[in-house]
């Protein structure tokens, strides 16, 4: 049986924190950011945790 292959697009925009949860960063600040609130994308920024539902998949993609 061949080894197990990260996808790399997940390698890419995922990580595993300590605690075993996926941290993303947020969608939608590439482009189109003018007609957003200086509030909405100062809330964009940074990261946040995947819900528990895309946490599954995330992981069987990074093979953890």
Known sequence: M???KTHSG???RFKITGSGKVKRYQA???HLLRKKTKKA???L???TTA???DEKRIKDM???
């Open 2 to 4: 061949p080894k197990m």
């Open 10 to 12: 997940a390698k890419k």
């Open 28 to 30: 939608g600040t590439s």
């Open 41 to 43: 994308k100062l809330n």
């Open 45 to 47: 920024q940074g990261s």
């Open 51 to 53: 819900s528990k539902p």
């Open 62 to 64: 990074l093979c953890k």
